[in-house]
C-alpha cells in the first residue's frame, strides 16, 4: 500500500478542488470536494462519478430532454463519452472520478 487518504477529511480551497490518487492505465483517479455544480460538458472518454459522501444531483440530457438522477453515498454513475451532464451537489459532497487523463 503506497498511502492512505482519510476521504471524509478531504477538503479543498474551491469547489471541485482535486486531489490526485493515481493514473491508472492513461485514467486519472481523483478525489474531488465541492459545495457548488460544475459546468454543463462532454468528455471525451468515459467518465466514472462515485459519491463517497454527500448528495449529488446529476443533470444530464438525453436528445433534447434534460433529466436529473439523485445520487447519495456509494452511488456510482457512468457518463459515455459525447454525454453532455453536470453535477449539482446538494450541499458538500465527496466524489470519486475515474476518466480518461486530461479530459475536461
Same mark, same amino acid.
Not at 477529511?9 to 459545495?35: M, P, Y
Not at 446529476?58 to 454525454?83: C, F, I, N, S, W
Given at each position: 500500500?503506497?498511502?492512505?487518504?482519510?476521504?471524509?477529511?478531504?477538503?479543498?480551497?474551491?469547489?471541485?478542488?482535486?486531489?490526485?490518487?493515481?493514473?491508472?492505465?492513461?485514467?486519472?483517479?481523483?478525489?474531488?470536494?465541492?459545495?457548488?455544480?460544475?459546468?454543463?460538458? #462532454?468528455?471525451?472518454?468515459?467518465?466514472?462519478? &462515485?459519491? *463517497?459522501?454527500? /448528495?449529488? $444531483?446529476? +443533470?444530464?440530457?438525453?436528445? @433534447?430532454?434534460?433529466? #436529473?438522477?439523485?445520487?447519495?453515498?456509494?452511488? &456510482?454513475? *457512468?457518463?459515455? /463519452?459525447? $454525454?453532455? +451532464?453536470?453535477?449539482?451537489? @446538494?450541499?458538500?459532497?465527496?466524489?470519486?472520478?475515474?476518466?480518461?487523463?486530461?479530459?475536461?
Amino acid at each position: 500500500m503506497r498511502f492512505h487518504l482519510d476521504t471524509k477529511s478531504f477538503t479543498a480551497s474551491k469547489a471541485w478542488g482535486a486531489r490526485d490518487i493515481a493514473e491508472v492505465e492513461g485514467a486519472s483517479v481523483r478525489l474531488h470536494w465541492t459545495d457548488q455544480p460544475y459546468v454543463w460538458h #462532454v468528455n471525451d472518454g468515459a467518465e466514472v462519478f &462515485v459519491v *463517497l459522501e454527500g /448528495a449529488v $444531483d446529476m +443533470h444530464y440530457r438525453e436528445g @433534447v430532454t434534460e433529466k #436529473v438522477q439523485a445520487l447519495g453515498p456509494g452511488d &456510482v454513475m *457512468l457518463a459515455e /463519452a459525447g $454525454d453532455e +451532464h453536470v453535477a449539482h451537489p @446538494v450541499g458538500p459532497a465527496r466524489i470519486l472520478v475515474i476518466e480518461k487523463k486530461g479530459s475536461v
